[in-house]
């Protein structure tokens, strides 16, 4: 008899964010990009609450691929990483690192 598991959605959306981090990790090519993009992005000074609707949509891309995800989503994803712990410039890094991902894997733009 099979075992079956169900996950919460939490749970799922913080191991898919693991696998997220150990392919960046594995990825030489990712990180000088990330790092120029961070420096631009950190320039441009943008709003913390533009920064974290941007990584919810960059995060939810990756997760759900391109636009299986509603306006709903984004805002509920946005609202949680603003009530996250995330420093402005580890926010910034996080964007860069995402962009950088899908734009190599040609899911974005």
């Known amino acids: ?4 598991i169900r996950y919460s959605k939490e749970v799922k959306r913080k191991m898919e964010l693991e696998d997220f981090n150990l392919i960046i990790e594995k ?8 790092k120029i993009a961070t420096f631009n992005l950190l320039q441009e000074r943008l ?3 533009d920064l974290c609707w941007q990584l919810a949509e960059f995060q939810l891309l990756f997760e759900k691929g391109r636009k299986n995800y509603s306006e709903r989503d984004i805002c ?3 609202k949680a990483v603003f009530d996250s712990t995330l420093t402005y410039v580890e926010l910034c890094w996080l964007i860069c690192e995402f962009k950088s991902y ?5 899911v974005y733009p």
């Open 76 to 78: 509920g994803r946005a």
């Open 102 to 106: 899908l734009k190599q894997e040609k």
């Open 27 to 34: 990825n030489d090519k990712i990180k000088p990009q990330v």
């Open 1 to 4: 008899m099979s075992k079956i």
């Open 47 to 49: 709003p913390y609450e």
